[in-house]
């Protein structure tokens, strides 16, 4: 196993020169004051379909030969990835086929399938998705992108903190969510290469802490299916490429509650004006509420995503 490197990240920005967006990094004087630190935060929420998947999705499905673009795609996903792969096969002109959890947010089901994808439902507390997915993979010979354990996948999600960077600067700590490890490895990745003292810290749900765990452990730790409001880091696993980095070049991984990131989510809307879904608010919410010390530290925050069911944000933001 070959594991990606800051040259892929650099590659991967080129491919995706002029198909993602260079999102914007937003400040907070308030929360600068609050905590005698300086936040930058970077916003995937406004990346094309809503979040930062779209990166390693393209640069994965641009390097496909011309038999596995005729073939096309497949994936299993909770949402985001699903819609990055949608996207992406549109874009890049391919078939693509989404498994993804019956109880996917019905905004990402959608937004999925309006981008011509076909979707297959599964029941994620019952059904193997891996499994259902490499059997729809050999039965119609599509090529399978994980939605983290790849290395152009792992690459493409790198070129965020990398944009970062390029835009602010060097940092003392950046804090990245946390589900398979794909944003967290690809911005380990350009973190050690672009600023080499920042310390990297991934933010994962209190409920599903597999890949804390794994770090402490120096081995994978497999877990149940967590249950949290962070749809989108539901994993039960890291990925043998995603830990490979992830140990190299992390310094730790903390957690967030379900209540921090309605908490954060609040934060968001109300004083920075921007919807972001609960696992883009993991590693605010980390930073919110004293799980590493930021006095005085320039501090990145990668809001990994947008896309949340508005009936389910009015009931987290009126709770």
């Known amino acids: 196993m070959v594991l990606p490197t800051f040259s892929d990240v650099q590659a991967a920005a080129q491919r995706l020169r002029g198909a993602a967006h260079v999102t914007p990094v937003m400040r907070s004087t308030t929360l600068d004051q ?8 970077k916003c995937e929420n406004l990346q094309r379909m809503g979040a930062f998947k ?29 819609q ?12 693509a086929v989404i498994v993804m959890p019956l109880d996917a947010p019905q905004a990402k089901l959608s937004a999925t399938r309006a981008y011509g994808a076909e979707v297959v439902l599964y029941d994620r507390f019952t059904q193997d998705r891996e499994e259902l997915t490499r059997k729809l993979s050999a039965e119609r010979g599509l090529t399978l992108i994980p939605p983290y354990d790849h290395p152009d996948v792992i690459a493409g999600q790198g070129t965020a903190a990398m944009e970062l960077f390029e835009q602010v600067g060097e940092l003392d700590l ?18 050690h290469a672009m600023s080499p003292a920042c310390r990297v810290y991934g933010v994962e749900p209190e409920a599903g802490n597999d890949g804390q765990q794994s770090l402490r452990a ?34 730790d991984v903390l957690t967030a509650s ?51 069911d508005l009936h389910r944000l009015a009931q987290w933001l009126s709770s």
Request: hydrophobic share 45%; aromatic share 6%.
């Open 34 to 41: 609050r905590h005698q630190a300086q936040f930058s935060f």
């Open 174 to 191: 950046l804090l990245v969510p946390l589900g398979g490890g794909g944003l967290l490895a690809g911005s380990a990745l350009a973190a």
């Open 218 to 251: 120096g081995r994978i730790v497999r877990i149940d299916t967590p249950k949290t409001i962070a749809d989108g880091a539901q994993t039960q696993h890291l990925g043998e490429y995603t830990f490979g980095v992830i140990k190299n070049h992390v310094a």
């Open 84 to 95: 990055a792969i949608a996207l992406s096969a549109r874009l890049l002109g391919m078939p």
């Open 54 to 82: 779209f990166r390693g999705a393209f640069n994965a499905l641009s390097r496909f030969d011309a038999g596995q673009r005729q073939a096309g795609v497949i994936t299993f996903s909770s949402g985001n990835h699903a």
């Open 258 to 308: 379900d209540q921090e990131l309605i908490e954060s989510m609040k934060f968001l809307a109300e004083r920075m004006k921007m919807v972001v879904e609960p696992t883009g608010c993991l590693g605010l919410a980390a930073a919110c509420h004293g799980k590493v010390p930021l006095q005085g530290q320039r501090v990145g925050i990668l809001l990994s995503g947008g896309n949340v």
